[in-house]
């Protein structure tokens, strides 16, 4: 049994180990190359894999492309919640909210996310296979920021406010894509953190 | 009078005409297809106009595209003006203001330059070629809404409510990019009208 399952185990792990680097290379391609670039073959190369072996994992650029989304969007969150533990009470608290949920739309993940959805925008199987998980994506960071701000989901404007950061922070994202938008992007950071801490409770 | 005018100008006239019927159909063409089926051949069928006859105003793709950003950008810079002045004054008047702004970022122009943007964000050319029209176009929405709101450009706060509103309205529209989200919207410009209104002046 033990010899059996140790012979096993180092194929799991090395296909388990391929599949993330397929996966991760195709988010680095995507925020990089954009999406006419980013095909299983040219991911395989780029992560030095054997085409056959990356289509064994992925047998269409769909495939390989909506995993790549799923795979980096759970990883994404989890990193969320473990910054969302570390934001620390205070006045502060309103503008570090901000600052996590800005961080998280302006990172290579939303630059990778962006070429598949206007991608998407125009092929109607895609979006089929994208909406349900970003859909599932925007409910769970716009959770982490109601928790963060201890707001409560029957104040309306409570709720709007946090959506909205959403919205602003998708928008201070695509601001980012052609040029380094960073230090205007902070003083709106700021701006919106004080618009926070006088709509939401500081602290939960 | 049009029959004159008809017999003396009527190659120009057609001329300029062919251009816009290009510029207008490059636009519903990425709005619709999206970067990789908008070339100079598919804009030209699609807009009823030989290729040659294309490939005369727009010798290459990139000509055709950022072409078509300008002359549109123009086009609804001076819509813009005109509903900028239809804007009455009083108490509703931030909430329009923010209405205005958001559907300037959600029509079919922002759809297609979205296309645009996500190419250029991997193609150095086309990012050089879109950037100094895309600045100033931002400029000119942000001194609108800067004057509609009776604005101090001294006052570092209303400049980042207006920066803000233009980049919640860019949030806005990705998000009506794969879904119809026109409900949610609405409550997030109804809530963020009153935040600029207690945020800047009310009239000029």
Sequence with gaps: MPERSRVRAPQQDRSRITRQLLLETTIDSLAAQGWVATTVGSVARQAGVSRG????????????????????????????????GAV????????????????????ELFKAALHVW???????ELRARVLP????????????????LGADREDSDARRAVQA?????RGLGLADLLSDDSARREQ??????????ALAPAAP
Excluded: C
């Design 53 to 84: 072996a990356a289509q064994h994992h992925f047998p269409t650029r769909e495939d390989l492309i909506t995993g790549a989304l799923e795979y980096m969007g759970e990883k994404r969150l989890i990193q969320a919640r473990e910054a969302a």
């Design 88 to 107: 620390p009470d205070g006045t502060d608290r309103p503008y570090a909210v901000a600052r996590l949920i800005v961080d998280f739309y302006t990172d």
């Design 118 to 124: 206007t991608a998407a925008a125009s092929d109607e």
């Design 133 to 148: 998980f970003e859909n599932r994506f925007s409910r769970e960071v716009f959770g982490i920021a109601m928790g963060l």
């Design 165 to 169: 950061t959403l919205d602003l922070a």
């Design 188 to 197: 709106v950071v700021e701006f919106w953190g004080r618009q926070l801490a």
